[in-house]
């Protein structure tokens, strides 16, 4: 695969924990894929952010989308609209999520939901969905040393509190990455 062609649309359950959301904008620095969203995918996480944590202010998810978008080059698909009401999804507010990934030829979809999105029925437009520890795996895959620096620097980047590589791994694991974790744990080791 060209990886100049290889999209990947983060829904909005891969982009609401903190953790995972800045591992995910690392891994899309590396150059691998082309990270996609769009600006209701920024609206669903933040408004259940802000639901959910008092200690949260627009102002400061706010600034968060704003250094997704700025950070990622061309992340955000437009023009998407138009496809949403000819989709058939178990879950119709998750239509959106799938009429982008057509939209910008994505050949996957980054979600925790993936029973919303049939194999069967994305099949039929060439895209896949996977959660995070399945995508991750697949990264490593394609490039060990792009993966392991990209995790290396998001480590790094903590510092309010930092973490040492147990924690910082501990942490991945609770965001759902098991798998990835024990293969990042072969090719980190403990220093």
Not at 176 to 187: A, K, M, N, P, W
Request: proline fraction near 4%; charge should be negative; charged fraction near 25%.
């Amino acid at each position: 695969m060209n990886l100049s062609q290889f999209a990947v649309v983060y829904d909005s359950s891969v982009v609401y924990p903190a953790p995972l959301r800045d591992l995910l904008m690392h891994l899309a620095m590396t150059g691998l894929f082309r990270a996609k969203w769009t600006n209701q995918i920024h609206d669903e996480w933040i408004t259940n952010l802000l639901e959910n944590r008092s200690d949260l202010t627009l102002t400061q998810l706010t600034r968060t989308r704003q250094l997704m978008d700025a950070h990622v080059l061309d992340a955000l698909v437009e023009g998407y609209e138009h496809r949403i009401e000819s989709l058939a999804l178990p879950d119709p507010d998750d239509r959106h999520v799938l009429a982008a990934a057509i939209e910008c030829r994505a050949s996957l979809i980054v979600t925790w939901n993936t029973k919303h999105f049939p194999a069967d029925y994305l099949k039929s437009f060439g895209i896949i969905a996977v959660n995070p520890d399945e995508f991750l795996l697949d990264q490593i895959d394609l490039s060990v040393e792009l993966v392991v620096a990209a995790v290396k620097r998001h480590k790094d980047s903590l510092k309010s509190p930092a973490l040492t590589l147990f924690e910082y791994f501990q942490n991945l694991k609770q965001q759902g990455l098991t798998e990835s974790v024990e293969q990042l744990r072969e090719l980190i080791p403990e220093c």
